[in-house]
């Protein structure tokens, strides 16, 4: 039989908790907690605008680069100033929200089993991303650009494939205009590119992934980086002159933070610390390794080839290929057990999923979790119903990646925990109403949380009737509640669960005088 065990190590408790003090602050649809990556493209764009517009006004020549920054920031200062500063703190806010995202995934523990492509794919993204600004901060041709390219040749002339005279070469002012062009054509068109390949193959496995922010964090955002730019703009340091040592330089610690280490440690050493921190940020996902349940599976005697599951599942493990068998049916779905999360949400998708076909034999369903099949979901729910003595019976279904339901058992509440609230089938509910449950109370991850991305939402849409398999409109809603909780939410939750008991006693009350609505709701259920 399936069963799960719940704890929660200290850094999820933490950032559970701060994440929750961030919904209490900005609502769960902004909470910028739960889109930092859709954040991060937002960052990408106004560096985007912003440099399109800086290179229009930037001489590209090493001569002429400093000088047209400057005219940028001094004399169109409203203009050229404020996007330079946008670009500046941007790229800022981008590594921020990079780090946030990564040490996010890291704290909730979504980065091993089968996430490993997401992170392993993340972790050159960043180097990306930072190899980007320092090629940025080269262009301005400043102290700080000089100072960039002197100890970026330093790294570079230490690799074994390198001549070894890049550094000799600047110091002794042989710089040519070409190496200075061949860097503005890098950040400009070079590393954008490679970072949008990177970035493309970060959320390749994935289905639905947003890129745009809610708009009231993007504006708030946004309005966030002008008021900085307004009071604190980016300034260049003095011009770069290869005779002459800065006397101090302000470094960027979210694009630069490499480089003071060269003044201690030779070039080789740098990169063997860089290189071993990257291969073992990229080697975490097994560390240990996390076990991914079996596949879903399709039963093809149940599947017309709808698609529905192929169109839900939030790994992109499902596709739609010709019917293989002699059915009357076009199509079947095929899932690629690789990239199958075993999250379940399919089975909520598939129409034949209903727990009402079938009544005397086993349920079988298109698409099912081996583990945990749809007829011992339906079992399951109807012995755990048999079960209550109370007066109010409630059937809760919860998830296993959200708050512990077991201790909510009671003779009034039945409960049984799925993989993702995604995976119960609109018909479920209305089959556990239909077998003496008064309420059914539905609770799993955080609303705009959920561990298996889509599985809230589907949730959501069915109940809606904005997706199928849709929720019937004879359902009764009002004998239905969903509310979603964390692993540390669970006082919250048991204070729910109270109120909708005494909602449900209520409604059974009303219903049992004889001529009221309820009464000839519940008798038609
Ligand atoms: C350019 C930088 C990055 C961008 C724009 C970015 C963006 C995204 C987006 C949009 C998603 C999909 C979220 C969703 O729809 O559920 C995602 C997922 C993910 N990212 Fe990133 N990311 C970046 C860097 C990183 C880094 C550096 C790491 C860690 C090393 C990382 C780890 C992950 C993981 C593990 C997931 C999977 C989440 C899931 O399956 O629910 N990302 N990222
Ligand atoms: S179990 Fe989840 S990941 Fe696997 S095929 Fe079904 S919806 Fe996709
Ligand atoms: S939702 Fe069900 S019927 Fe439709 S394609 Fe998937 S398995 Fe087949």
Redesign the pocket.
Known sequence: MYTVSKRVNPVKRMYLLLEEWFTLSFGADWNPLYHLGTLTFFFFWVVLISGLYLFIFFDTSIAGAYASVEHMTHQQWYAGGVMRSLHRYASDAAVVTILLHMFREFALDRYRGFRWWSWLTGVPTLWFVITLGITGYWLVWDELGLYVAVLSSQLMDSLPVMSGSMARDFLAGQLTDRLFTLMGFLHLLGQPILLIFAVWLHVKRLSHVEVSAPRGLAVGSLLALLVLSLLAPATSHAPAELSKVPAVLHLDWFYLNVYPLLDQWPATRVWMLTTSVTLLLMLMPWLPPKKTGP??EVHLDECNGCGQ?AE????D??SVQARSDDSRWENEVV?NPE?????????GSCHSSNPFRHAKKTLETG?D?PQFPIDEVRARTVAALDELSGDTRIMLFGCDNAADIDSLRSPDVAVLSLFCTGMIPPTLVEYAHRHGADGVFITGCRTGDCY?RLGNRWLDQRFAGRRKPALRQRAQRDRIRVYRAAETDTARLRRELAAFQRDMAALKQEASVPGTRGEAEIADA
Do not use: K, L, S, W
Not at 312 to 315: A, E, K, V
Not at 339 to 347: K, L, N
């Open positions: 596949a879903a599951c839900d599942c939030p790994f493990a499902i899932v990239q199958c999360a075993a999250c379940g949400i399919c089975v698409i979790m298996f």
